[in-house]
């Protein structure tokens, strides 16, 4: 029965890459002017005029380029819609144009009667140069191990261009000559734009001088891209500039049909699904979470349908933590040449979860549409049913349980607050008063905004997954003051085994050399999490109108939002009506609860390992920086953590992924003697594993860290390799910044501005626009920074109290009976709670 909805699309999809925010817009102008001549056409009607008999005594009128060149397309549009039958006149006046918009100008997708132009952008976020690059070299590395000879591993990688490419098609039958051929279409060659002014540039010789290669938006040629295009123009005997435009765009024509169509055959493949039927890569993932569901018969995802509930999920979402702790460390122990025995021992470690949001949708997450639970009027009566529940809880064992989303208001006690250097985060608006002295200057210029923190103080009334809860009371001691409410969900593993299943064909894909295809499955696996989380609440209706007329009789519409024109020009007009949605529609489309579950328990397992596995294990740990799934750390001690770490995966309740890409005969070869056996084969079980904890940097040895601000830092890698990353800097710009710059940036608290170019579009117009602005500085704004080095936790009780706590000399009994004149009574602890943390103090003691 379910096969009689089956229909042919009625649709044809065409695909752009990047057309979002470029082609569509060229499309709509013209879309535009040839709507506006068929209206004018259909509503004019033509008059025969007699020859004026001074028409051979007028003065001839001279025109500007500009002028004269938009005078004769209006004329060859005019022309072109004459030429049409009336039948297909109306048509064109009649055609509906239908845009997915996503913000501003840039839409998802646009649809043009049966035409449907869809950005494959949203599926796929890497340029087509690192694509084509990518997919090169996977081919490549799969012929040397076969023995094959290159030409037959790039024709089997791109069989469209092998079969349609009009330079190919010449040299077949010389494999030398060939697999030359191949080596130079597949180089990334500079191309002259900012000097390809008009078609008289095709006669050109076939390449120019090297200053014409320079680029506002790439930057400057490298004289080592110019002598390679050089090279490429002699051995492919380009005689004109015309030759080399042609050559690589036809094979960018044809790489990009081959890319997509790899992708798409391997999406119908896996989900038998075709993803070009969807504006985006997570409403096609989706459709494939929801068929997999329905097939097995598991249990079906309800959405909330009390708005109470609803309200709850929402205000309680808080996503990963990304903080600056410590902003520079500089690894030393033996075996560097720049080690100093006189300073301390010390290494970095840069740890990442496997898929951290994949492995939360493994685990039991809410799938009805739950209720709130009834609590006691009495405050301690709710903290009783509060811990009650909690004990019931199991932390480490995944099983099939009530899953409760409380609000509560909980701190950490002030003597674990030199020990807790990774407190959980809480949603704050930090002022300038309360970073510390090093940064409030910076903190002046900008006014605080609501942020994510990791925070010692005081949490209030912060929605909060029972799980972690009980994490954070039983092994850091927090305490729970006030038990505000309660809600219950339904739970069970209902995305686990498309998650599992999808991964582990990922890890084989990986396995098997085929860099491309593992790449956009694992795109896939992590697009799913976005729609459990998507926000339709502000959702409108869109409707364009390319009449003036109708686009002034659509504002009178009572459920009108917003209007603007987008284009008004004497020969163009477009003009957006933006509505609210009819109630019928306007309903919450996502669960919203599953959505919040991953994040919950995506944070409670970042921190089970971090607190259960890295700091019992490790000698001593100072975290530097977190970026959500990844934690980069300072270890002081003679020991190499490493060894630690793999016998720690056979006592601890934790997964530690040390060999990561590195080969595991390598590996075996550099810890022969210094891991068990049991220990080694363990680590090969736990490689590339779904959320275990993976060295980022197995291949290499981190010499140096520097972290400006959150999500700006550098690290430094022996063999002078660097992972940089830049949030809000243009590429351009991130592509000259070098560790040694960072550096100087940290030392002398210095702030660097850059100027770039960046394609902007106005009025359906794609403009280079110049900008200078602000693009390296030091900037912790989640943490209580002393001096360039030395950084606490916000909500540490030194921030607040330390005059007090000199004033009273020290003395605890008084300090704490001031507090609590403060703030009440401390809310009941039993013993055990925190026991983990206080294990830890009087081991950082020792």
Sequence with gaps: DCNKAAHTPGKLTICYHNGGHYDFHFLLRGFAKLKRTALTAASATPEKKKPSSSAGRRKLRTFGVKELSRRVQKVKLQFLVDSLPKAEIDVLRDCKVSILQRSGESNLTLDIRRLRFIDTMNFCKAGLGKMIESHKRSALKAVNHRGESPTSGLERAFPLTSSRHPVLKHVRGSAGDTDAVWEALLRKLPMPWSYFADCGAFNKPAVWPVECYHSELSGRCSEESHRLLQDTSRMMQFGRFKEVFDCYLALDITAYADLMQIFREHFYDAHHIDPFLYPSLPSATWDSVLRDITQRGARQLRLITDVNVYKAVKASMMGGLCTVFRPHSEANFEGLESFDADQPVKRCLYMDINSQYPHAMTKHLPCSGGERVSLPEDGAKRLTWLHETLDGLSLHEDALETTFLVFVSYDYPEEVHDVVDFPSPCRLSVPPSEVGPYTKDAMRRGRPVEKLVPYLGMHRCEGIHGKRLLFLRNHLGVRVWEVHEAYAFESHPVLRDFMEKSYAYRRQL????????????????????????????????????????????????????????????????????????????????????????????????????????????????????????????????????????????????????????????????????????????????????????????????????????????????????QIQKAKGVPEIIRKQVRHQEYLRIHEENAIRYDASTQLRSSKHQIHAVEERKKTYGVLNDKGFQLTKEYVRQLGHWRNAFLGLWRRVEGRADIFNLILEFERGPLPPMRPEWGQPVRELMKKSRR
């Design 510 to 721: 990986k396995d098997e050399g085929r860099d491309t295809e593992q790449g956009f499955m694992k795109l896939c696996i992590n697009s799913v999490y976005g729609k459990t989380v998507q926000n339709q609440e502000k959702y409108l209706n869109t409707t364009r109108y390319f009449d003036p007329v109708s686009f002034s009789r659509a504002q009178a519409d009572p459920a009108v939002a917003d209007f603007n024109t987008e284009i008004f020009e004497q020969d163009a007009f477009l003009g957006t009506v933006r509505r609210v949605r009819s109630a019928k529609r306007n309903v919450n489309r996502s669960p919203v609860q599953v959505g919040w579950a991953v994040l919950e328990l995506a944070k409670l397992h970042l921190s089970i390992q971090y607190w259960v596995g890295i700091k019992a294990t490790l000698p001593k740990v100072v975290p530097l920086l977190t970026d959500t799934d990844s934690v980069l750390m300072e270890v002081i001690g003679d020991a190499d953590p490493v060894p630690l770490l793999a016998e720690a995966n056979l006592k601890l309740p934790v997964e530690f992924d040390l060999i990561g890409d590195l080969d595991v005969v390598e590996f075996e070869r550099l810890y022969r003697g210094k891991i068990s056996e049991p220990a080694l084969a363990k680590l090969q079980q736990l490689r590339g594993k779904l959320g275990a904890l993976s060295n980022e940097c197995p291949k290499h040895t981190i010499l140096s860290v520097v972290c400006l601000a959150v999500k700006k830092y550098s690290i430094l890698l022996d063999s002078d390799v």
